[in-house]
Structure formats: structure tokens, C-alpha cells
């Protein structure tokens, strides 16, 4: 079984920051790549930013330059680093996962249980 657990949400307030963490736990044999997505109430879930194995990322629009992905291959863990945060950048935040189950050796997608980002003004 494998499991995609967050950390590290919560309430701060404009212009401050967080860091997400996500590790991904279990019988995994490798991992493509990890990301971040958000869902704001009443609109769709919206991709953060992504990073694959080899260290290339990308970034919605609106996130490049205050937020930044980074991976530890050796944890299985995928950090979100969010300065300047914005009201607007309320949500909670998904973890996302690309990876092979040992279980199928299948590339499979697997979804964390998501974590509040609450920014006040």
C-alpha cells in the first residue's frame, strides 16, 4: 500500500511563508515525479508546480518566483517552499504522485489527503 502523507499547512499572513512537506511511503519500487496541486472552494483543483526524477520542475504561472519545489530522492519526499504568500493563494494543497507499486510495477498516480493553506490579509 502506498501513502502520500502532508505536512506543514496552517494560517499565516500576508507576505509570510510556509513549507509543505509530502512523503510518499510504502512498497514503491521508483517514482517519476511528485507534485503539488491546490483547490480553491467552488473552483477545480490547479496545478502548483511538478518535479520529476531528474530535478526539472515547473510552475504555474502565478507561483513562479514565490514558490519553489524541491525533491529528496533518498526520503521520497517533495518540499514546497512558498514565500510572499497571498490571500488568494488560500486553498488546500494536495500532494501528487507518479510512481511503480512493487506491487504491479504499473505507473501509477496516487493522491495525498490534502493540507489547509490559509494566508489573512
Known amino acids: 500500500q502506498v501513502q502520500l502523507v502532508e505536512s506543514g499547512g496552517g494560517l ?5 511563508s510556509l513549507r509543505l512537506s ?4 510504502g512498497s514503491i519500487a521508483s517514482i ?6 491546490r483547490r480553491v472552494p467552488g473552483k477545480q483543483r490547479e496545478l502548483v508546480a511538478r518535479i520529476i526524477r ?3 520542475t515547473n510552475y504555474a504561472d502565478s507561483m513562479e518566483g ?3 519545489i524541491s525533491r529528496d530522492n533518498t526520503k521520497n519526499t517533495v518540499y514546497l517552499q512558498m514565500n510572499s504568500l ?4 488560500t486553498a488546500v494543497y494536495y500532494c ?26
Open 12 to 16: 499565516v499572513q500576508a507576505g509570510g
Open 22 to 25: 509530502c512523503a510518499a511511503s
Open 32 to 37: 517519476n515525479d511528485m507534485g503539488w496541486y
Open 54 to 56: 531528474s530535478g526539472s
Open 66 to 68: 514565490r514558490f519553489t
Open 86 to 89: 497571498r490571500p488568494e493563494d
Open 96 to 121: 501528487n504522485a507518479h510512481l511503480w507499486p512493487r506491487v504491479s510495477y504499473l505507473l501509477s498516480e496516487y493522491w495525498g489527503q490534502g493540507t489547509q493553506v490559509t494566508v489573512s490579509s
